[in-house]
């Protein structure tokens, strides 16, 4: 789990208990989630937070959840910028693989080096969850006097400017350094840039930001030492790029929260796009006369959940008033209003701030509604229905199957469920949505962390020949098999998507050959008292005559056969392997 430091001292000042002790003050953040995993050498302590509350992710966001369960603060607080001085413009140069820029002015900000330490810390834990180390969203922040307005736009305001340079472009100082260097000397001799280069290095031209002095920003890898922000800096301009603009405004308000808490006032940055798809449809924005987009930011507009107060008391366990609900909402930093929905049932509109980025759902709602009640208040009750646990019939399967094939000289695997396309598709030479057993249209994640795991398994196979690649230094024969999950999309199932276990097994070994899969495949059947048959089958996967599908008690369930030398070459083997998969439901 994440942790972050946060100085006691500083969470009393900020909270305005400074006469709590640090044992209370633990019990209190243990209360709101935080569990206290010890001191820093600095003393600090160290907190381990749930990564959905990055709001939490600094002093002052701590600061402020503790006011509220302390009662010192209620409902939803939101800050009143002051209208746009600046303007962000996104020219059609910028990489199509980083497209989106938002953005903040930060006036009469007070930096002491706690707080420049704690704005330093927040980016850092915003980069490294949010931001996706910075893949998908990465945060400049600068110190605006150093800055100058482009050419002012028509309105007379000044103007940054977002675009697209080639890598042996302008040259500029970064951070940590004394020489001017161009983006791509950053990538190469820069301790940072070497850390990033990935991000980027892919690109035809490289994201910067200019004033008009020149570049001072390459973002997602590192600012310019021009605009370097120290305590002597009270107003800053704060910058946001990334691949999706509603994770960068969502980070930007976190950020504008928290400079808020030290006294600081939010001032509007007006972000001018060039083309009218350049900015999300889920950003609000409006057309220019260009044909763009503008955008306003920090995005500070509130969203509502709506959530029944039967649920609340069925969640929580608990007998509530509706005017305890209002309260417990609004010592929760949300705000209530009691309705009825078109049953006459009472429910209730509740408001989210801007700085939630984590509240997707009502029981997101109710577990606020629960930590402001107290969960140690709340009094433990029997169940009205009194059970005997037991083994569900499908692990009672599972568990049986996995015996077998123990004794059958097989050793237990358990592989990841999540794979990519390559993985699962053009190694073992199938195409998706293709009659190939395995070659299901793929149930796809749609904001992937990692190239790795971009999509859940079609099949079991290519789990097992990625084992045996990475066993090749190991004595054969490797009997290998795994009882696993796998999905696919299927329009049938109410979800979209099918999903069931799967029996997978290989054998590699110098004398590895059909007829050896499929003796331990009969034995499987016979043990489990079901009809086996094996009809010649063609697979890519698989030798042609050297195949056959898997139909058990007339059903056609899976594949068996000797894998193909283009696969055995492809997985870097030198020996034969025969394998077999099929449903684990047909031998119920």
């Not at 509240?359 to 229905?385: M, S």
């Not at 469920?417 to 998706?432: A, G, K, Q, T, V």
């Not at 042609?544 to 898997?550: D, M």
């Amino acid at each position: 789990m994440p942790t972050v430091d946060i100085d006691p001292d500083e969470l009393r000042e900020l909270t305005g208990h400074e006469e709590t002790s640090d044992d209370d003050l633990i019990d209190d953040l243990f209360g709101l989630g935080l569990e206290f995993e010890g001191r820093t050498e600095a003393g600090e302590f160290e907190l381990e937070f749930a990564p959905d509350r990055l709001d939490r992710l600094s002093v002052e966001g701590v600061a402020r959840s503790l006011r509220y369960q302390y009662g010192d603060a209620r409902g939803v607080h939101v800050p009143s910028p002051n209208t746009a001085e600046w303007t962000i413009t996104v020219d059609e140069s910028v990489p199509d693989e980083r497209p989106y820029v938002t953005g903040a002015v930060i006036r009469d900000v007070n930096l002491d080096e706690d707080a420049l330490d704690s704005l330093i810390q927040l980016q850092e834990k915003l980069h490294a969850t949010m931001g996706r180390k910075r893949a998908k969203g990465a945060i400049g922040i600068h110190d605006l006097t150093m800055l100058k307005g482009r050419d002012a736009m028509d309105d007379g305001t000044p103007s940054i400017k977002y675009v697209g340079v080639e890598p042996d472009g302008d040259r500029f100082v970064p951070l940590d350094s004394d020489a001017e260097m161009t983006p791509a000397e950053v990538l190469e001799d820069h301790q940072t840039g070497q850390t990033y280069a990935d991000l980027v290095s892919g690109y035809d031209r490289y994201p910067a930001i200019y004033d008009d002095i020149g570049l001072f920003s390459f973002p997602p890898v590192i600012n310019g030492r021009r605009t370097e922000v120290s305590t002597d800096s009270r107003d800053l301009f704060v910058e946001m790029t990334g691949t999706d603009q509603w994770t960068i405004d969502k980070m930007l308000n976190i950020v504008c929260y928290a400079l808020s808490a030290r006294g600081a006032t939010i001032e509007e940055v007006t972000v001018e796009y060039s083309g009218s798809e350049a900015a999300n449809a889920a950003s609000n924005g409006s057309q220019t006369q260009s044909g763009g987009r503008e955008l306003v930011r920090p995005d500070l507009s509130m969203k509502t959940k709506t959530v029944s107060h039967a649920r609340i008391e069925t969640i929580l366990g608990i007998d509530l008033d509706p005017d305890e609900v209002l309260d417990l909402a609004e010592r929760s930093g949300l705000e209530a209003e009691k309705t009825e929905n078109d049953d006459g049932a009472l429910v209730y509109e509740v408001t989210v701030p801007p700085y939630r980025v984590d509240v997707l759902h009502p029981l997101d709602i109710i577990d606020d509604l629960g930590r402001a009640y107290g969960f140690n208040e709340l009094e433990p009750t029997y169940p009205d229905v009194g059970t005997v646990g037991g083994r569900h019939e499908r692990s009672r399967l599972e568990r049986a199957a996995r015996t077998q094939l123990v004794g059958l000289g097989f050793e237990d695997l358990l592989n990841f469920h999540m794979i990519n396309e390559e993985e699962n598709y053009d190694r073992l030479e199938i195409s998706p949505g293709t009659d190939a057993y395995g070659a299901g249209e793929p149930a796809t994640i749609k904001e992937p962390y990692s190239e790795d795991y971009t999509m859940l398994r079609t099949w079991v196979m290519p789990s097992l020949m990625t084992v045996l690649e990475r066993n090749t230094h190991r004595s054969y024969p490797q009997h290998l098999s795994e009882i696993g999950f796998r999905a696919a999309l299927d329009d049938s199932e109410n979800t979209g998507v099918g999903e069931s276990r799967h029996v997978g097994a290989v054998l590699a070994s110098h004398d590895a050959g059909y007829e050896d899969a499929k003796a331990r495949l009969q034995t499987l059947a016979r043990n489990f008292d079901v009809d086996l048959e094996t009809p010649p089958t063609d697979h890519p996967a698989f030798i042609s005559g050297r195949t056959a599908a898997v139909v058990i008690d007339g059903e056609d369930v899976g594949v068996i056969g000797e894998v193909h030398p283009k696969v055995l070459i492809e997985y870097d083997l030198e020996v034969p392997v025969a394998a077999f998969e099929f449903d684990l439901a047909a031998l119920q």
